[in-house]
């Protein structure tokens, strides 16, 4: 018995040598910001029940050990029309890859962006300039923020953020009107928002679509999306901004600030 608490203890004494950064990580800090893309499209009318939604991390994710091309998976939790003929689509992410493994989670959606919008995003304002190379294109990001690449993400005159080689780094902002929130309890650290102003919030460029469930509050993790047009559509390569949700500090933070955004 004696040897068995003496190995314990040398084992545990090995895992606090290891760095912070090695260790596995089995949950992620709230408000943390996951920028996905979806591999495959979601059209509600071809869609059922326990239909598995897959995605892809386009940005490396800061404060935790989450890699780009890191794999996202969802389902579909249910879909049809509502009483008053529009169609809704209830789908959730719930685990993310890291060191190979799928780690649960449980996400709500801050801001979701078609395809199209996703490709103008990486598309420099200065095309008929000469003498531009991709490493000094400035691009807009989707909600208008401007990316100077080597430089910063500014919001008219003000710095806003830095860029990175595969999106950017921002504190998240608010946005008069909208409900997405800033930065959220003790996370304060700038967020990969990948092609995404620092106060994204809400639908872009999906038509008719809009978000009336962001899965913050009960039932947390559920996103509900729903369309006037009679059908729901979002392709593959639609942007997500999701966060990571706690229903602990997601409370603190809403008392604290007043608000019940995402």
Not at 22 to 31: D, I, T
Not at 49 to 78: C, E, F, K, L
Not at 89 to 111: C, G, Q, S, W, Y
């Amino acid at each position: 018995m004696q040897t068995n608490w003496i190995s314990v203890a040398l084992a545990f004494i090995a895992f606090l040598a290891i760095p912070l950064s090695s260790r596995a990580q089995n949950a992620l800090p709230s408000g943390t910001i996951l920028p996905i893309s979806l591999d495959t499209g979601l059209n509600a009318a071809k869609l059922h029940p326990g239909r598995q939604i897959r995605a892809t991390v386009m940005q490396a994710v800061p404060g935790t050990q989450i890699r780009r091309r890191a794999h996202v998976t969802g389902s579909v939790v249910q879909v049809g029309a509502s009483n008053n003929g529009h169609i809704k689509l209830t789908i959730e992410f719930d685990a993310v890859e890291i060191d190979h493994r799928m780690v649960p989670m449980k996400t709500n959606l801050r801001a979701v962006a078609s395809y199209l919008a996703v490709q103008e995003a990486q598309i420099p304002e200065e095309m008929a300039s000469r003498g531009m190379t991709p490493d000094n294109w400035t691009t807009q990001q989707i909600g208008g923020e401007q990316f100077y690449r080597g430089g910063p993400v500014s919001s008219g005159m003000a710095t806003v953020g830095q860029t990175t080689p595969w999106g950017a780094l921002d504190l998240p902002r608010t946005q008069r009107g909208e409900p997405c929130r800033g930065s959220i309890g003790e996370n304060r650290r700038p967020q990969a928002m990948w092609l995404f102003s620092s106060d994204a919030c809400g639908v872009y460029s999906l038509g008719d679509i809009r978000i009336i469930h962001a899965g913050r509050s009960n039932p947390t993790g559920v996103i509900i999306l729903e369309s006037t047009s009679g059908k729901l559509k979002l392709g593959s390569g639609t942007g997500f901004l999701l966060r990571v949700s706690s229903p602990a500090a997601d409370r603190a933070s809403a008392a604290e600030a007043g608000m019940t955004g995402k």
